[in-house]
C-alpha cells in the first residue's frame, strides 16, 4: 500500500507553484524580447526616404514597383527590398579623361569617308526614364548606352570626310548620333533616355596635320572677314547709290516735263503764227524777215543794197577806215535771195534805220 506523506505533497505543490511562476515569466520576458527585438528592425529596416531627385524600385517577393512621391516611406522588413535611382540629368566622357582632360585615343580615334584619321572627344548627357527598367532591365545600363554611343560616333563620323568633322559639320554629326542612340534605346527599353550628345574637341592626330588644318581654318575664317567688309560697304555704298539714282531720275523727269512743256509752248506759239500766216501770208512773211533782222543787223558792220533786185553786202569797215582784220572773212560776198524789188528795198530801208 502506498503511504501518505505530507511532506512529499507539500513538496510538490510547491514546485508546482514555482514551474507555473516559471512559465508566466517565460511567457512575459518571450514578449518583450521579441518587442526589443523587432523595436530596433521596424526602426532601423521599416522606413526610407526619397529625395526630391530621386525615385524608388520597390521590390515585393520579386514584384518590382516604382515609388516616385518625394518623402519618408514605409517597407515592410525582411520582405520588400529599395533600390534607390537618380533622376537627374548625368553624363559621361568620351574620348577622353574629365579629370585630367587627356585624350584616350582607344576611343577618340576614328576614320572619315575620305580615309583620314581625326580625334573626336564627346560628352554625353542622360537620365533614368523608367526606374525599374534601369535596376531590373540590366545589369548595366549605362555601360550598355556607352557601348551604343561608342558605336554611333563610329557609324557617323565614317559618313563624313574630315573637313566636316573638324570645321563645319559638327552640328549635323552631333544631330545625328543622337537621333541613332534615340533609335537604339527605344529598341533595347534599358530605362535610360538620352539628353544630348555634344562633341568637345575634334583635331587631327599628328601635330603637322593638326596645324595644317589650324592653317585652313584660319583661311576661311579670313575669308569669312573679307566677305563679311565686302557686304558691309556693299550696305553702305548701295544705299547712297539709290539715292543717287533716285536724284537722278528725278532730275530727269523734271527735265523731261519742262523739255516738254517748252515745246508745247513753241508748238503753241508756232500754230499760232500759222493761223496768222494763213490769214494773209505776206504781211506775215515780212514781219517775221523783219523781226529777225532786227535781231540780226545790231551786231552787223555792213550795209544791204537791194536796188538791183539783189542783196549786196557792204563791208562798212573798209569805207570807215577800221581794220580789215576786224571785218567778217567774205563779207563783201554778194547773196542772191530772188526776193522781189519791194523786199529788197523794205529791206535797205530796215537796214538804214537799225544803222
Known amino acids: 500500500m502506498e503511504t ?17 511562476k516559471i512559465k508566466r515569466f517565460l511567457k512575459h520576458t518571450g514578449v518583450v524580447a521579441l518587442l526589443v527585438i523587432l523595436i530596433p528592425v521596424l526602426g532601423m529596416g521599416g522606413f526610407y526616404n526619397i529625395e ?16 516616385t512621391e518625394p518623402g519618408l516611406h514605409f517597407k515592410i522588413p525582411l520582405i520588400q527590398r529599395v533600390k534607390k535611382v537618380n533622376t537627374t540629368i548625368q553624363g ?4 577622353y579623361n574629365p579629370e585630367d582632360n587627356l585624350t584616350q585615343e582607344e576611343d577618340s580615334l576614328m576614320i ?9 572627344d564627346f560628352f554625353v548627357e542622360y537620365k533614368v526614364a523608367d526606374p525599374v527598367k534601369a535596376v531590373y532591365a540590366s545589369q548595366d545600363p549605362v555601360l550598355i548606352l556607352r557601348n551604343m554611343t561608342q558605336s554611333c560616333i563610329r557609324t557617323v ?3 563624313y570626310d574630315v573637313d566636316s568633322v573638324l570645321t563645319t559639320g559638327k552640328n549635323e554629326i552631333q544631330s545625328r548620333i543622337k537621333e541613332m542612340i534615340i533609335a537604339m534605346l527605344e529598341q533595347q527599353d534599358i530605362g535610360l533616355q538620352i539628353v544630348n550628345v555634344t562633341i568637345q574637341d575634334s583635331e587631327p592626330p599628328t601635330q603637322e596635320v ?4 589650324k592653317a585652313v581654318e584660319t583661311a576661311k575664317q579670313g575669308k569669312e572677314t573679307a566677305i563679311n567688309n565686302a557686304n558691309k560697304y556693299r550696305n553702305e555704298k548701295l544705299p547712297q547709290a539709290e539715292a543717287k539714282i533716285d536724284q537722278i531720275m528725278q532730275e530727269a523727269e523734271s527735265g523731261k516735263v519742262q523739255r516738254i512743256n517748252e515745246a508745247n509752248a513753241e508748238v503753241a506759239k508756232f500754230n499760232a503764227m500759222y493761223a496768222e500766216y494763213v490769214k494773209n501770208p505776206e504781211v506775215t512773211k515780212k514781219r517775221m524777215f523783219y523781226e529777225a533782222m532786227e535781231d540780226i543787223l545790231p551786231g552787223m558792220k555792213v550795209i544791204i543794197d537791194g536796188t538791183d533786185k539783189t542783196n549786196t553786202i557792204l563791208p562798212l569797215d573798209s569805207f570807215t577806215g577800221a581794220g580789215s582784220a576786224d571785218s567778217p572773212k567774205g563779207a563783201d560776198s554778194k547773196s542772191q535771195t530772188g526776193g522781189s524789188s519791194a523786199d529788197g528795198k523794205n529791206s535797205g530801208e530796215s537796214a538804214g534805220s537799225a544803222e
Not at 559621361?92 to 574620348?95: K, N, S
Not at 572619315?112 to 573626336?120: E, G, P, R
Not at 593638326?210 to 588644318?213: D, I, K, T, V
Open 52 to 67: 526630391e531627385q530621386e525615385q524608388a524600385v520597390v521590390t515585393t517577393f520579386g514584384m518590382a514597383k516604382a515609388v
Open 210 to 213: 593638326m596645324e595644317a588644318f
Open 157 to 159: 563620323i565614317g559618313g
Open 92 to 95: 559621361f566622357a568620351m574620348g
Open 112 to 120: 572619315t569617308s575620305d580615309y583620314n584619321f581625326v580625334n573626336v
Open 4 to 20: 501518505y506523506d505530507p511532506k512529499f505533497e507539500e513538496m510538490k505543490n510547491n514546485a508546482g507553484q514555482k514551474l507555473g
